[in-house]
């Protein structure tokens, strides 16, 4: 790993949990337009033919030796944008943002078992705090949880995944081929689902383009770019901890987009997780 690249890549995913920040609202947007199934095979298939002309132009061995990863990726991409999409039909964009900002301690949780990391106070207290503000942001007055919030939350899982997998392959594949080939398999993926419930009315289809459009270009293209390229300066710990970030901005721009209101009890919850942030990333430095 290249030392003196190592702030540029602090800087591409900082850019990037902006980026994702603003994801939620227009998520919401395109979900309750056409359904998850056809807001994820409508982003990444533009993604992917946006992306096609610019990945053919790379040597035939780097496409070859980029196709196993992508696919890794792809999968991993599809299963938390689907999950994530699905649960944002029951719950607030606010709400999602904030839970799937809980990748970052199931990062740290599988980084502990591959023996990267070292189990800690720190990390325990960082736990416990984002177990605390995701029941004060998503759980109602009695101790039961929103579905929508349940499956988000499923989706959490593959996100967690999917960063480890990403700190893998960014250093092992060219950059291109890789965002080409993660995008596509996503995009299988969303149309295997879409297309046996039909296609959605032409108003709908209308009413979701620009939301379409912003995600396939902004959030999966430029996004996605900033991913690949800085986790190959930035350790996964470390990406993880930039990652938490994305909550913030989420909320952000739910409340800007679609004027959601935090409350006192959100506000608490976001305090919490911002806390288990700033816990975890006064850490002792790995020994490894």
Known sequence: MNPQGKPVGWLALIVLTLVWGTTFPFIKIAVNSIGFAWYVALRFSLASLILAPIAVLKKRRELLDSVKYGAVLGILFFGGITLQGLGMEYTAASNAGFITGLSVVMVYAIEVLLGREKPSIRLSTAVLLSVAGLYLLSASDTIHFNIGDLIVLAGAVFWALQVIAVGTYSRQASLIPL???????????????????????????????????????????????????????????????????????????????LGEEMGLRRLAGAAAIVGAMAVSSTRQPSKH
């Open 179 to 257: 965002l080409f080939y993660e995008g596509f398999f996503t995009a299988l993926g969303g149309l295997t689902l879409a297309v046996p419930t039909g296609i959605p009315a032409a108003s709908s289809l209308m009413a979701a383009a620009y939301a379409i459009a912003y995600l396939a270009v902004f959030c999966t293209i430029v996004a996605n770019t900033l991913q690949l390229y800085g986790q190959r300066f930035v350790k996964n710990v470390d990406a993880a901890l930039i990652y938490l970030l994305e909550p913030v901005f989420a909320a952000l721009f739910s409340h800007l987009i």
